[in-house]
């Protein structure tokens, strides 16, 4: 398929793809939280696990007092608004397997809404407690070779994003190698 993708870019996605289909070997499923327009989730079903993919389908959330910027405001509630239908209807001309599509706000969700392992997680949900949710979804489900992606990690317009993912990581002490504007984590 080709790339198309207005919110990741091209080198993000390639090693988003890359990172991907390293956890293929291993046991568990492609998680995606925040999908937007469906762009990198339909990658990500190329390759070929199981996808489960959560978004509000509202736009964005209000912002947290730990997500304003000193460099200027961005991402507003309700922005990059796309309906779950547009989504699915990607996945159908696309000719893949629609895959397991939760409507929700992350702080909404519980484990019962998500697989029960995961080897592969894409977080891009922009603000910090978005990413603080997504975090504590997915911790736990992770199995050992799994790869965890935090998009918009080093977005210095988006500094809730990093804030979430240090205060996870406080005690894990996980290596956090950055790729452009994301975090990497291998467990």
Not at 21 to 50: N, P, R, W
Not at 119 to 140: K, M, N, P, W
Request: some cysteine.
């Amino acid at each position: 398929m080709a790339f198309r993708n207005d919110q990741v870019s091209e080198r993000e996605t390639e090693r988003i793809v890359e990172l991907a289909k390293s956890c293929l070997s291993i046991s568990g499923d492609f998680v995606e939280l925040g999908c937007y327009k469906g762009d990198t989730s339909l990658l990500l079903a190329e390759i070929g696990k199981k996808l489960w993919i959560y978004d509000s389908f509202e736009g964005l959330p209000e912002k947290s007092e730990k997500d304003f910027s000193v460099v200027g405001e961005s991402f507003k509630a309700g922005e990059l608004f796309v309906t779950k239908r547009e989504v699915k209807e990607r996945f159908l001309r696309a000719g893949l397997k629609v895959p397991v599509i939760k409507k929700a706000w992350f702080q909404d969700l519980t484990e019962a809404d998500l697989p029960e392992k995961i080897s592969f997680a894409l977080l891009d949900g922009d603000f910090y407690e978005s990413i603080r949710d997504s975090l504590r979804l997915i911790d736990g489900r992770m199995v050992p070779g799994g790869v965890i992606v935090v998009h918009d990690f080093k977005n210095p317009a988006l500094p809730g994003v990093e804030k979430a993912v240090l205060e996870w990581n406080k005690d894990k002490n996980l290596k956090i190698e950055v790729f452009e504007s994301m975090a990497i984590i291998k467990l």
